[in-house]
């Protein structure tokens, strides 16, 4: 098959399967309302749990950051990218989170593929929980390391799985709040099995940070565990994109150089790094707090409300709340129906998530009030007739 052969038969069997993925431009995507071909939606869309990225103080950080650095970071942090904004950064961060070190990446993406790829050898090991992100799977999947796969939240078959017989080390992989089901991890039980087999254990806390954990310190501060290494994101409750790695000095000094995707890219503009530590003296503020308040309110709100919704809710106690549905095409029908009643919800499918668990992700944020979540209620219950 020629290639270009290959890929009209790849796009067309995902067009066949009603999971053929389509970007929407938006004017306006990332707060409250969303904007789309000049009409205004709800937006239950958006990672931005706490409404941060149109936070006038952290908007505010990133304009006088480009007045005074420029826009750009000017190169990789090995050569003149690195700057005191992002070294002041990354000190705040491990102060707040109680490591040695942090790192920061362009992504979290790039973070877990270059924490894995650097890590992982031939010899090792890596068992990871099977609803773990993408970027988790996909590089250790890539790695010459060994891929186990756990059952969701199963720490008695992590325990089982670590048991076999390996020559290298092991490393367990998770995530600290699931990003498709919105549900928890049982840190302090994978974190036992971790210690009994003396594997390590690395938590990608994408979405716990900010929202959970005294003052937002996320989901391994509030289940009492410190991994050897955890992957914070700032797409996120942030509001803004980057992500770090905290770890201890000797790892720290390792992934200086060993982490290709630190070396061989361009570090995040100064400016964007003077924005993160606003975003982050908010979420430790009183202004943060309220904000987490507001979430977890409209979270109460919206789970009681959904009783009785013919769509299966997630044991979900964040800012996450999926309905699924199970099948593809009613899936996009659903979010549809929801879009022309003024909501804007994101229709999940294959392989993103389970075959036959497609779903609506719905996002409740901080910036919605006590009428969104109530509106999504009514269009939702309106919906079963
Ligand atoms: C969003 C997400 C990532 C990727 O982070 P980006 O900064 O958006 O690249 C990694 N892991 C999890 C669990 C995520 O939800």
Partial sequence: MSWQQR??????????????????????????????????????????????????????????????????????????????????????????????????????????????????????????????????LEAASQSPAQLRRFQHNDSHHLASLLAASVSGQQLVVTEGVFSMDGDSAPLAKIAAAARTADAWLMVDDAHGIGTTGERGRGSCHQQGVHPELLIVTFGKAFGLSGAAVLCSHAVADYFVQFARHLIYSTAMPPAQAQALQMALAVIQSDDGQQRRETLAQHVADFRLGARGLAYTLTDSASAIQPLIVGDNGQTLRLAERLRERGCWVTAIRPPTVPAGTARLRLALTAAHDAQDIMHLLEVLHGERG
């Avoid at 952290?58 to 690195?82: F, K």
């Fill in 7 to 136: 890929i009209e038969q790849a796009v067309t069997e995902r067009r066949d399967a009603q999971a053929f993925r389509q970007r929407q431009p938006l004017e306006q995507g990332a707060g409250r309302w969303l904007l789309h071909a000049g009409r205004r939606y709800r937006n239950f869309s958006s990672n931005d749990y706490l409404g941060l990225s149109q936070h006038p103080q952290v908007i505010r950080a990133w304009q006088d950051g480009a007045e005074r650095y420029g826009v750009g970071s000017g190169g990789s942090g090995h050569v003149t990218g690195y700057h005191l904004a992002h070294e002041r950064l990354e000190e705040q961060l491990a102060d707040w989170l109680g490591y040695d070190r942090a790192l920061l990446f362009i992504s979290g993406f790039a973070a877990n593929q270059a924490v894995i790829a650097a890590l992982a050898g031939r010899e090792d090991r890596i068992v990871a929980d099977r609803l773990s992100h993408a970027s988790l």
